[in-house]
C-alpha cells in the first residue's frame, strides 16, 4: 500500500495554533486532517476512505477534496455495477 503524500515547498508554513479538523462528506464522517510539519495528515473514520489513511495533505481542505473525490469515484463505480447489461445477438 502506498500513501500519497503533497510536494510542500519550503515556503509553506503551517499555523501551528490550527486545530485538527474533521473532514465529513454529507452526513459521513470521512475522518481527521491532523496537523503534521507543513501539512496534514488524513487518519480515516470510515472504511470507504481507509485507502486515504496516513496520507499527508498541504491542507485540510486537499484532504477534504480527496475524501469527496474517493465518494464520488465508489458512486460512479455502483451506478455502473446497478445497471442492467445489454446482450448483444
Known amino acids: 500500500m502506498h500513501s ?35 501539512g496534514v495528515r488524513f487518519f480515516s473514520s470510515a472504511r470507504d476512505f481507509d485507502g486515504l489513511d496516513g496520507a499527508v495533505f498541504r491542507t485540510a481542505e486537499q484532504a477534504a477534496r480527496a475524501a469527496r473525490a ?9 451506478a455502473r455495477r446497478d445497471q442492467p447489461r445489454l446482450r448483444h445477438a
Open 4 to 38: 500519497l503524500h503533497a510536494d510542500l515547498s519550503p515556503d509553506d508554513r503551517l499555523d501551528p495554533a490550527e486545530p485538527a479538523r474533521v473532514i465529513e462528506i454529507g452526513e459521513i464522517t470521512a475522518g481527521i486532517a491532523v496537523p503534521e510539519g507543513r
Open 70 to 78: 474517493r465518494v464520488s469515484t465508489r458512486s460512479r463505480t455502483a
